[in-house]
């Protein structure tokens, strides 16, 4: 049977050749336009120094927030060339777009290990179009074209699906390649138990999530604003917690389907309740069963935390996204610590993602404790959908 492979950098001949590298370089800037988190950068630096002590002619291309399909010096990538500048130690050059003769030019005057930073992709309306002929035009730039985009795999875009077609050498990075790396042992050849843990705001935004999830895991705990549609759904009254009404008979068929398949579903069994979504709110600990009428569940309670952190002792792989509450509050942000820790101690292979979760991870310093954190936010829980990502599928050869 023919098996479908991601070939990667480094089992591709870059010296000499000008090499076009999809990157995610949307950071968070502030009002001064500095970089309020360079995560994203650091990320893909492994693929780009490699690039360099290849002796490639490095072309790297991104996107920066939503500029609308038009140039908008706003959204240029100037403090992203800038902090490329710093941190490798050499000249990156912002070219004034990403296609056209004065680009074409720069990079005809490209030597071996020169770094030229293509202007925001989406000041092009056909990048988020998926554009054939756009992307012709970005592929017409180089030899060989890289995906090391991540944060953006979900999307298909002219950068990172119609280029793939204009190129004979294609493949991942190494960053792209952590991530499918890591995705494959947690979720296709898991070493079992396999526990996830759902949390955040809606269930909504995570149905197909945890439909997919139910078949493939031995244990799920769901946490966060989630939790309380499926408390509902059992029949307790959570007062003013956050309940989606219209996904109660969903949440029956979920915790149904988790029985069916012998998959043990926990649920709060306490919170830390609050008359309002607020930090200086009056609050109490009480269990489920108890929320006052008009109060609020806003985060797990201590015997929750108990519950769920004992409740991986067995676990050889552990799957998290999504806080255990308002976080952000300091009076709602013990459960969502308190998983971070208890993944932090475990020694099944731990994977975070989903932007929030990882903000958790970092405020307790605690990134090196964790096997993994994905950087895709969107990506990430595409992943957990088990749907296939359109950027990575283009990059699959059979062979
Ligand atoms: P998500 O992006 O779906 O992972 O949701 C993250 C957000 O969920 C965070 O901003 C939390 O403040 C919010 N959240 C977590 N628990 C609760 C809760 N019990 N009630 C309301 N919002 C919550």
């Known amino acids: 049977m023919a098996i479908k492979y991601i070939k990667y950098i480094d089992k591709i001949n870059l010296k000499g050749k000008r090499v076009l590298i999809r990157v995610d370089l ?33 072309i790297l291309m991104s996107h920066l927030g939503r500029p609308k399909g038009k140039p908008d010096t706003e959204f240029s990538l100037l403090p992203v060339a800038k902090y490329l500048c710093e941190v490798l130690q050499k000249k990156v050059i912002l070219a004034p777009d990403c296609i056209g003769q004065e680009v074409e030019k ?15 992709l989406r000041f092009h309306p056909e990048e988020e179009k998926n554009d054939r002929e756009f992307g012709r035009k970005l592929a017409n730039l180089a030899d060989v074209y890289i995906n090391d985009a991540f944060g953006t795999a979900h999307r298909a875009h002219a950068s990172n699906v119609a280029v793939v077609e204009f190129f004979k050498e294609f493949g991942g990075g190494f960053l792209m390649k952590n991530e499918i790396e890591y995705f494959r042992k947690a979720m296709v050849e898991p070493a079992r138990p396999l526990v996830a843990i759902m949390g955040g705001a809606k269930v909504s935004e995570k149905l197909d999530a945890l439909e997919n999830l139910i078949q493939k895991v031995d244990k799920i705990f769901i946490g966060g604003g989630m939790a309380y549609t499926f408390l509902k759904a059992l029949g307790y009254d959570v007062g003013k917690s956050l309940v989606e009404g219209d996904l109660i008979e969903t949440a029956k068929m979920i915790m149904a389907k988790a029985k069916e398949r012998k998959v043990a579903l926990l649920l709060p069994v306490d919170c830390v309740a609050a008359d309002q979504l607020d930090s200086r709110a009056s609050t109490k600990i009480t269990s489920i069963q108890e929320i006052p009428p008009g109060w609020m569940g806003l985060d797990i309670g201590p015997a929750t935390r108990v519950l769920f952190a004992e409740s991986l002792a067995e676990a050889k792989t552990i799957v998290w996204n999504g806080p255990m509450g308002v976080f952000e509050m300091e009076p709602f942000s013990k459960g969502t610590f308190a998983m971070v820790e208890a993944l932090a101690e475990s020694s099944a292979l731990t994977i975070v993602g989903g932007g929030d979760t990882d903000v958790a991870v970092h405020k307790l310093n605690a990134a090196d404790k964790i096997s993994y954190i994905s950087t895709g936010g969107g990506a990430f829980i595409e992943i957990l959908k088990g749907k296939p990502l359109p950027s990575i599928s283009v990059l699959e050869r059979t062979g």
């Open 26 to 58: 949307n950071v968070p800037l502030d009002k001064n336009k500095n970089i309020t988190d360079g995560n994203r950068i650091q990320s893909v630096l492994p693929t780009i120094n490699y690039s360099i002590k290849q002796d490639a002619k490095i």
């Open 106 to 120: 720069l990079v005809s005057e490209m030597q071996p290990r020169d770094i030229l930073l293509l202007e925001n």
